[in-house]
């Protein structure tokens, strides 16, 4: 553009992840004497090597990588097909077929596997230059679906149902070992990680799970078997939660975690089991019981069908299947359990059970909890009570989609807009400036869109429609996931690449 961009030494930086940055020294062009310098003159020769993967359109079951070749500047290059030299990382299930594009290359399911899918086996193709470049590709897209909001860290799920988690991990509540401190903060725990760390299989999972809830200390998540596990508090590896009514092992439909408690509703019965800690009852046990093992959950004796459950950080509240009775048991010092115009449940040995009703048959719609209050979407408005939210008029939310509840703030989604209201102190709303809300405010954009939204304590996050996963707020244990710490981050930051 007739100016002078560069001069001196200096580094041209990397055009892909897998490509080194260039360091070389950078002079303007000569020019006639007495005119200004009119750019760089720059030779590079590195080829680019770029593959991207799509489904085969003969066979959906199967996906094609196509390789293409690029110069410096990223303009195509011509290349003999031949000189491409295929294979897989990981070729125990996968096998690489020719396609009719000598550019391209198909990857299968081998014949004596066909019952397994191919995307949740994540197989990884690579192509290589005679000169040894070589590049790997993830065959198969595997975006996120489903995030979870915890204290100071963050689980997700991927489509295929691997389950990543990233932030504080002193308890074990990632999952698996992180390796290392968070980095770029001196003041961060010294058992962090800043990046979605895939959760370790556990022993007799299949791998693949349907949902997960991050608490405080601990993580919970049902696999596709309709069992659950959970990992943390301070326990090493996984457990599976082991109900058993009537001799028959009790498979699940629903998972929630607390702060060091955990609940799930059967799937025959629709009944609720906790495990965890008990000290004021939140596990649905007897108070002089501290902690009810997983081997043996405390089945919930409030006396309905339950349609959804939610453990806050020492209570739980529940939804019935007849859509317009809320029921809240645990910790009450704040009211977060008996609310405003509670019924008492008759004593049936644990307890006591606070029921909500609106005005006789008002559906309560959804129900939601932080560490000490408790909200409930009704038809026309959202109601909340207890602790940090109970100052909130959260009114003008109307009847949202979906509802999430943090630690003195509200998040809500209506169709795929999201708005926040409340405190405001560590970017927990995401609206850039901080500073308390007493009224929603959209989400600042990008991204203008999400299907899914979770609040922690203070900080939240949301999936957009594309499967993308964006965080806010609080990010001294690396919660935000985008691969740093640092005190806030005010706006949607992406999740690092998992």
């Known amino acids: 553009e007739g100016r002078v961009t560069h001069a001196g030494e200096g ?30 003159v720059l030779t590079l020769s590195r080829d680019r090597l770029v593959l991207s993967s799509h489904e085969s359109p003969e066979n959906p079951d ?3 990588v196509r390789a293409r070749l690029y110069d410096a500047i990223g303009e195509p290059r011509k290349f003999d097909p031949q000189d491409l030299k295929w294979h897989l990382l990981d070729d125990r299930y996968v096998d690489l077929r020719p396609h009719f594009d000598p550019f391209d290359i198909k990857v299968v399911v081998k014949k004596e596997f066909e019952t397994l899918e191919l995307c949740p086996l994540k197989p990884f193709a690579v192509a290589c230059l005679p000169n040894g470049y070589c590049v790997p590709v993830r065959v198969c897209d595997d975006p996120w679906r489903e995030v979870s909001a915890g204290d100071q860290h963050t689980c997700a799920l991927t489509k295929s149902g691997a389950a990543y988690c990233w932030g504080l991990n002193t308890q074990g509540q990632l999952g698996a070992k992180s390796p290392g401190s968070c980095t770029g903060n001196p003041n961060s725990p010294l058992d962090c990680h800043s990046r979605p760390l895939r959760v370790e299989c556990p022993a007799g999972s299949p791998c693949q799970f349907s949902q997960i809830s991050a608490g405080d200390t601990l993580t919970a998540a049902l696999d596709i078997h309709a069992d659950v596990w959970w990992w943390g508090p301070g326990a090493p590896g996984h457990h599976r939660v082991d109900a058993m009514l009537a001799g028959v092992p009790v498979k699940f439909s629903q998972v929630t975690a607390g702060f060091g408690h955990a609940c799930a509703i059967s ?6 089991w906790c495990w965890g800690t008990n000290a004021f009852g939140e596990a649905g046990a007897l108070r002089t019981q501290l902690e009810v093992p997983d081997h043996a959950p405390a089945r919930v004796l409030a ?19 007849g859509t317009t009775d809320v029921v809240c048991w645990g910790r009450d010092d704040e009211k977060q359990s008996s609310g405003p115009n509670p019924t008492m449940a008759p004593a049936t040995g644990s307890g006591p059970f606070w029921f909500q009703h609106f005005g006789g ?40 989609d979906r509802l999430a509840v943090g630690f003195g703030y509200l998040c809500a989604l209506q169709g795929l807009e999201a708005s926040c209201m409340g405190n405001n102190n560590w970017g927990e709303l995401g609206i850039g400036p901080v500073g308390l809300q007493q009224a929603p405010v959209p989400v600042k954009s990008p991204p203008a869109e999400y299907v899914d939204i979770s609040t922690g304590t203070s900080h939240s996050c949301g999936i957009t429609p594309a499967g993308d996963a964006f965080c806010w707020g609080r990010n001294t244990s690396g919660q935000v996931g985008n691969g740093a710490t640092s005190y806030r981050e005010t706006a949607p930051v992406p999740v690092a690449a998992h």
């Open 361 to 400: 048959l008002v559906a309560i719609h959804d129900v939601e909890v932080s560490s000490n209050s408790t909200c409930v979407t009704l038809p026309y408005t959202v109601q909340c009570w207890g602790g940090a939210n109970a100052w909130l008029n959260p009114a003008p939310f109307g009847s949202p």
């Open 62 to 64: 199967e996906m094609v």
């Open 267 to 272: 799937q025959s019965r629709s009944e609720i």
């Open 11 to 40: 580094v041209l930086p990397a055009l892909a992840q897998l490509d080194k940055p260039v360091q070389l020294p950078l002079h303007a062009a000569k020019t006639e004497v007495g005119e200004t310098p009119g750019g760089l």
């Open 303 to 321: 006396p309905f069908k339950f349609r959804k459950v939610v453990a806050g950080g020492e209570h739980t509240c529940a939804t019935g299947q």
